[in-house]
């Protein structure tokens, strides 16, 4: 399977910052990791993966999409850290273009592994957006907001390398699950 993994944000856009001890945290750096470690063990389960970025650089959504739709991907995940003005918020979730039962396929396993594998963070689900990286590409697209980056104590668990690790070997099970599954009828997105 082809897969196009998307570290979200990047270069002069840091998406969402919080706070680590006395240390900005910056969504781009942390999505960049898990995606890192995400292509190293789908590369292990026999997939063929391409990432949009593999450095802190500025990329366009138009050019992620364009960038999966030219190497014809079959799956095309994207990772970022969610923010709140409320630095309570927490949780975990999963976003596919509305409507995308093929995008619900991959992405209803993978927020039920990421869920499991982190069982003391909260549950989400999996949400519908019309968000450009899931409507613009030409295969089923996923969304994943690992945690809430404004949160302080998320801000601490996302920062830590092996927490970053946890989070990618989680997501690279839920699509190994999704693609036991048998794909739905009538939705080509």
């Known amino acids: 399977m082809k897969i196009c993994i998307d570290p979200g944000h990047g270069g002069t856009d840091p998406g969402a910052v919080g706070r680590c001890g006395d240390q900005d945290l910056c969504e781009h750096d942390i999505a960049l990791q898990i995606c890192l470690s995400l292509e190293e063990l789908l590369l292990e389960q026999g997939h063929l993966t391409y990432l949009t970025r593999r450095v802190d650089r500025n990329l366009s959504l138009p050019a992620r999409t364009q960038f999966a739709n030219r190497y014809q991907a079959d799956l095309f995940i994207s990772i970022h850290c969610n923010a709140a003005y409320q630095p309570t918020a927490a949780g975990i979730e999963t976003w596919i273009h509305p409507f995308s039962n093929v995008g619900r396929q991959y992405a209803t396993p993978i927020q039920k592994s990421l869920t499991q594998a982190l069982s003391d963070h909260k549950n989400r689900g999996v949400k519908e957006a019309d968000f450009h990286v899931l409507r613009e590409t030409a295969m089923p697209a996923v969304l994943v907001e690992t945690e809430f980056i404004s949160n302080p104590e998320q801000a601490e668990f996302l920062a830590k390398g092996e927490n970053q690790r946890r989070i ?22």
């Open 168 to 189: 990618a070997q989680a997501i690279a099970e839920g699509i190994s699950q999704a693609c036991l599954q048998p794909a739905p009828a009538g939705d080509e997105s």
